[in-house]
């Protein structure tokens, strides 16, 4: 069960990221790339580079914590594209491990 501080720490770091997703979609916009993103996009699944770019975790690690079951994701085939929520990846940064 999660303590009030760490509920407030975890709203903290969810503001800040949507803060620097913010500036990077106006810098994108500035230099010219489109990007087909719209304010309703918070709700979307983080790719692997995502994950990497906004906190470091290398793609390799990213893949031994999914094997490990450390890290949830989501993967709608076999093969197809993995993608994590990103209550998930905070949750996983901030220890929380219940499913």
């Known amino acids: 069960m999660s303590t009030k501080s760490e ?4 709203g903290l770091l969810q503001t800040l ?3 620097v997703d913010s500036l990077e979609r106006k810098l994108d916009s500035r230099h010219g790339k489109t990007d087909s993103s719209n304010p309703d996009e918070e709700a979307r ?7 990497l770019r906004k906190f ?7 893949y031994n914590l999914r094997k490990n079951g ?3 994701y989501v993967q709608k085939h076999k ?3 993995v993608g994590y929520l990103p209550p998930d990846v905070i ?3 901030l220890g929380d ?3």
């Open 7 to 10: 509920k407030q720490m975890l």
């Open 17 to 19: 990221l949507d803060k």
């Open 45 to 51: 699944l983080w790719t692997p580079k995502d994950v």
């Open 56 to 62: 470091g975790l290398g793609l390799r690690q990213q």
């Open 70 to 72: 450390v890290l949830p």
């Open 79 to 81: 093969k197809g594209p």
């Open 91 to 93: 949750g996983y940064f």
């Open 97 to 99: 491990t219940t499913p």
